[in-house]
């Protein structure tokens, strides 16, 4: 800048402050004001619009929130084309900032600095947009350390789309009002700002990143091992750049090159390695994706450890297939392999391709891609309209599980393999530690998982394995209200329906790397890791620590299954029935008139749908508890079939109605593995018996007083699991011709759950 441009940037921005409080002594009301608004037709057409909206609102804007009020102004400010003045309103937001008491993590808001800064640089030294932009980036990220230069490289890559997509969603929401609130008029007008910038500085980002990483990182690609048999894994290694003593080396082991970021960990002060299988052994018919991944990852830790950037330190992480590789290789630990850190993990014969006995269609499209170099770059979901069909297609025909494949016209000799082997026998136990192998496990190990993650019963089984062999282990497990997705990217403040607590809102990513620093740098331990067990109190907006699972909680509640009311809504009673009770449930096997069915996602809703399922309710509570850890129970029945499929989900019942669901997905088990996961006990068809349970779903809520607790218990069912006929036989081979008589079940009264409370 000129020293004129300087004196009458300053003097604005005294004038700026000056006008903020005054707007803080205004009037005593905010937001409350409605303005005329026509919602144009598509983002590309917005443009005039959002300038009038905005140019109508900075007269009257008031916040007695001033960071607020000036990030707020910033964006009228942009939106109306005054981009000296948006700079000026962010440099003293930036200035208040640096002066608070708490201080500021580097955030979004400094994309909008760049953008703002660098539209007016564009006028007010007449260059183009490309150079003034150039120059903002550049002395933006000049200053910053290299793991938040990293995350404002990304945000600034967020491709224009997705804020196009979000604008979109806004503008519909008033295609048929004519007024808009200022609170909304504020929102709409930042999403339109963010659209707007990435669009202007898409372009120009993906270069300057590269830029920036040559500058900042050393990257060697490309590399490649030979194993002994045949295989040859490509390995990615980004160091930071003028580091000029061995480093700790952080590995993923990913599924693809597109699934790992080495830069990441080079980021923060590592040499950062993603490894991947490129060519599968000579000698291997059939490539499992479980089979050789140990003794790949051990070939990789021992390359890293002779390396002469490492200091011959080893820490291994990641998520789904990438969780598995850790533990796979730790099965014969190698020297050099130091700690281990993983979310959301596959965990074979636990969570896939079955959960509780219980094969799931989502294993064969799995499998599928992991031996589809092209899909693997971008995996179908589960519920793609590829795999949906497949469902209904299967479903509806009544044929044997084992015909997935030939449905689909893709025959799966891996999937096949895995029906093969129902309980989890050698064939499973050989890809993991298995029962006295996790006591040679004296590493850190880091388990962060969600109560509403599909993978939570098998990053509890490791865990619980772990502490259980080896009552030493130094193992820690981080777990709150999240999903697979949230577990990778963030969370959000919204999961399907549900507000998480803001203590919730963790970045794991970083949290990992924190972790790391403790493990490999001598660092503090991160407060939300503080003991074995750590975990969010939904609803209580706080995180509590426990010694072991069993300590969450230091009672229980036990509601037994009464049969009093009618049809599929019973009652769960503190006090056992003296007079001998039960409740009858039948389930037809061979209507498929549901074919179309998915599971509902929302965690808060209205009803419940009572399918295949009855429903028992208790009375309200009459204090506040706090529901955490794993609920068990005991089921006294009689069932005409040798063995059954059982899905237990338990809601609380808030006092104007809602569900609040407790954990996601249902718990499932078959029945004759609930006792013994490695040996099948099949029922005894026609006679009385109990089955004694405990849930591999975690969970942990504040229930509040005049709440109720409502336990939806139903018969497995569904187009995308595998269906249990019930004859005692291979249940892969079973069809519909072994449904013709339908499951008769009674429920007696002596049945019961045991839920772990803290009053």
């Known amino acids: 800048m000129t020293q004129v441009t300087e004196v009458r940037f300053r003097l604005v921005e005294a004038l700026l402050t000056l006008a903020v409080f005054l707007f803080i002594a205004a009037a005593p009301s905010w937001g409350a004001q409605n303005f005329d608004f026509r919602a144009p037709a598509s983002p590309s057409d917005a443009a005039a619009a959002i300038r009038d909206l905005a140019s109508r609102l900075i007269p009257v804007y008031q916040d007695p929130d001033a960071e607020r009020y000036l990030a707020n102004l910033s964006a009228l400010q942009l939106a109306v084309g005054d981009y000296t003045a948006a700079d000026i309103s962010r440099q003293s937001l930036r200035d208040r900032r640096r002066k608070s008491d708490f201080g500021h993590p580097v955030s979004r808001a400094l994309v909008f600095d760049i953008y703002a800064h660098a539209k007016a640089l564009e006028i007010e030294n007449k260059v183009t947009f490309a150079d003034a932009f150039t120059s903002s980036y550049r002395e933006s990220m000049r200053h910053l350390e290299a793991h938040d230069a990293l995350a404002v490289a990304r945000w600034l890559g967020t491709p224009p789309s997705a804020y196009r997509e979000a604008l979109q969603t806004a503008l519909d929401q ?188 989502s294993a064969y499209g799995w499998s599928l891609q992991m031996t589809d170099a092209a899909r693997l770059e971008e995996p179908d979901p589960a ?14 025909s009544g044929r044997r599980y084992r015909d997935l494949g030939r449905l689909n016209g893709k025959p799966n000799p891996v999937f096949i393999r895995w029906l093969n082997h129902p309980s989890y026998d050698a064939y499973w136990q050989k890809f993991l530690p298995y029962r006295q192998e996790f006591t040679r496990i004296d590493i850190p190990v880091l388990t962060m998982t969600g109560y509403f993650a599909a993978s939570a019963p098998g990053d509890l089984y490791l865990f619980t394995q772990h502490h ?84 969450m909680a230091g009672g ?165 699991r595998e269906i249990n006929y019930g004859t005692g036989g291979d249940v892969s081979e079973e069809s519909i011709a072994d449904g013709k008589i339908p499951i008769k079940i009674r429920w007696y009264s002596d049945s019961y759950i045991d839920i772990p409370v803290h009053k």
Request: aromatic share 10%; charged share 25%; with cysteine.
């Open 174 to 361: 008033y295609r048929s009002k004519d007024r808009i609130g200022e609170s909304e008029a504020i929102d709409l007008i930042w999403k339109y700002v963010a659209f707007d910038a990435h669009r202007t500085f898409g372009a120009l980002v993906v270069l300057l990143n590269a830029e920036d990483d040559h500058r900042r990182y050393t990257t060697d690609s490309g590399i490649l091992i030979e194993t002994g048999g045949g295989a040859r894994i490509s390995l990615t290694v980004i160091r930071p750049t003028g580091s000029n003593k061995p480093l700790p080396a952080l590995l993923e082991f990913a599924a693809s090159e597109a699934q790992g970021d080495a830069k990441e960990s080079a980021a923060h002060g590592y040499a950062g390695i993603v490894a991947y299988s490129v060519a599968k052994r000579k000698d291997a018919a059939v490539i499992d994706p479980f089979e050789f991944s140990g003794a790949d990852v051990r070939e990789v830790i021992n390359w890293i450890a002779k390396q002469d950037w490492s200091d011959g330190r080893v820490g291994a992480y990641g998520d789904g297939y990438g969780g598995y590789a850790p533990w796979a290789a730790a099965k014969k630990l190698p020297k050099a392999l130091k700690a281990i850190a993983t979310s959301a993990s596959v965990v074979p014969g636990i969570g896939l391709p079955m959960e509780g006995g219980i094969f799931q269609n």
């Open 383 to 396: 519920d793609a309209p590829e795999w949906r069909a497949l469902n209904e297609k299967w479903y509806r």
């Open 556 to 720: 229980s509640l036990r509601y037994y299954l009464d049969a009093a009311g009618s049809g599929a809504d019973r009652r769960l009673s503190l006090r056992k029935k003296t007079k001998e009770a039960f409740v009858p449930q039948n389930v037809n096997l061979v209507d498929r008139r549901d074919a179309a069915w998915t599971p509902p996602t929302d965690l808060i809703s209205k009803s419940l749908a009572a399918r295949f399922a009855t429903i028992f309710v208790s009375e309200p509570l009459s204090q506040a508890s706090a529901f955490s850890g794993l609920f068990s129970g005991c089921l006294d029945f009689e069932v005409n079939k040798m063995d059954l499929d059982l899905n237990i989900t338990l809601y609380e019942v808030l006092a104007n109605g809602d569900y609040v669901r407790l954990f996601g997905p249902t718990y499932e088990v078959r029945a004759s593995y609930a006792k013994d996961r490695t040996h099948r006990h099949l029922l005894k068809a026609g006679e009385r018996q109990k089955l004694i349970f405990k849930s591999e779903r975690l969970t942990s809520r504040q229930l509040q007083a005049g709440s109720r607790i409502a336990l939806v218990l139903s018969i497995g069912k569904r187009p995308d």
């Open 468 to 551: 259980r062999y080896n009552p030493h282990a130094n193992h820690t497990l981080l777990i709150g209200p999240y999903d697979e997705t949230m577990l990778r990217a963030g969370a959000p403040a919204d999961l399907h329906g549900y507000q998480l607590d803001a203590v919730a809102l963790v970045d794991f990513r970083e949290l990992r790397y924190q972790w790391f620093d403790h493990v490999f740098k001598d660092a503090g331990l991160p407060a939300e890791l503080s003991d074995r067990v750590n975990y969010e109190l939904m609803g209580a907006n706080e995180w509590r620590h426990a010694a072991s699972i069993d300590a």
